[in-house]
């Protein structure tokens, strides 16, 4: 059999998508992770007082394990920084270390009174487990600190009626709306607060402005449906639940809530998010986050593969042989990485070497579908 012959029987040009994706989704998107991945096994420790610690870097993802060691040397530098303290707080957060995030801003908050930053993420945690009275005090002192986050005002507004005090809300509301009047946010909260003291027209008023200016927003939609039926307009509400599933759920334009989210260096959670990227055809965010990972786990064997079938989707054959063969160095008893070293081989011209490859994927699994599936495609050759 040529070497022609063997990339003919598997259809060069179509074998990575329908393959390598599949890989992705059905193999990936959960996470394989290296449990050979080392980190640091001991305590994380440090000099400054009141800084909560974590017992053992051993049970932290390697790359969170890195990021809290690096965000504590910090803290040790100087102690009394409590943008450096803050910062080791949002890590934590990120990654839902919520009572060591919680006294991280408490005493960031003692050291910089000033900072806005502090009482905005202590009322984010409070109203995140149940404290709604904590959090809408908490977010009045961020206002009181920056007036102009209008955020912060939605989320008091919520905070308010959560803790029964709808006549606060309406008024948090009123000032949403006036601050961001092309967003429906204001008029969001002005409807939930109209329905709670039991004015159903005035909050299908509010509720139909919202929705007027997004039309996707699926709480708008829903209470909105709930408000028309409770009003007896039973085919409107009928039509708008009959839209639901069309809707998003829309994120809150929140730069600060979001400079937490962008810490996540958890590499599974970055691995899965780049599968979801790949999956989506998006392939520079996925290549980006997956030597992300690899700059923090450069052992992970999920990136190195991953990265392998990125780069055969794009046709690029010999990073991807590259990619696959460092993903066996590292862990040389996984079948996927052979039966997919097999497909680049072959597209490289090594037809023999991605053969062998093959056989090797089969002695380890001799049920692996994919594998079976390459042998399928050379049955009869």
């Known amino acids: 059999m040529t070497r022609s012959d063997v990339a003919t029987a598997l259809g060069a040009p179509s074998i990575w998508p329908a393959w390598g994706v599949a890989i992705v989704l059905l193999g990936f998107v959960l996470g394989c992770s290296n449990p050979g991945a080392e980190v640091p096994n001991q305590p994380v420790r440090t000099t400054a007082v009141g800084i909560p610690r974590i017992p053992n870097l051993s049970e932290l993802d390697p790359g969170f394990a890195t990021a809290v060691l690096d965000a504590l040397a910090v803290v040790d530098r100087d102690p009394s920084n409590a943008a450096a303290v803050g910062a080791l707080g949002r890590l934590y957060q990120a990654h839902r270390y919520v009572d060591q995030a919680r006294r991280c801003y408490e005493r960031a908050e003692e050291l910089d009174p000033s900072s806005p930053d502090w009482p905005y993420y202590l009322g984010f945690l409070a109203e995140g487990r149940g404290a709604h009275e904590e ?133 599974q959670t970055m691995i899965r998010t780049a599968n979801q990227r790949l999956a989506e055809g998006d392939h520079v965010a996925a290549e980006r986050l997956y030597r992300a990972v690899l700059r923090l786990d450069p052992d992970s064997y999920d990136a190195h593969l991953n990265l392998g079938v990125l780069h055969g989707l794009a046709d690029r054959n010999q990073e991807a042989a590259a990619a696959l063969e460092r993903a066996l160095e590292i862990d040389p008893g996984r079948a996927d990485a052979y039966a997919l070293l097999t497909i680049a081989y072959i597209r490289t011209g090594r037809a023999e070497e991605g053969l062998r490859q093959l056989e090797r994927a089969l002695e380890i699994d001799p049920d692996h579908p994919r594998a079976r599936e390459i042998l399928q495609n050379l049955s009869g050759n």
């Open 135 to 267: 959090a809408a005090s908490r977010f009045e002192r961020a206002l009181e600190l920056r007036p102009a986050y209008w955020a912060a005002r939605v989320r008091l507004g919520n905070a308010l009626l959560a803790a029964g005090d709808p006549d606060r809300a309406e008024e948090a509301f009123r000032a949403v709306r006036a601050a961001a009047p092309g967003s429906p946010w204001g008029e969001l909260g002005l409807g939930k607060a109209a329905r709670r003291r039991g004015r159903p027209e005035t909050a299908a008023e509010h509720l139909r402005t919202a929705l007027a200016l997004d039309p996707a927003h699926r709480e708008t939609r829903y209470l909105l449906a709930m408000t028309e039926r409770q009003l007896g307009n039973s085919e409107r509400a009928d039509d708008l639940l009959a839209d639901l599933e069309a809707t998003e759920v829309p994120n809150l334009d929140d730069p600060m809530l979001e400079a937490v989210f962008d810490l996540v260096r958890d590499t």
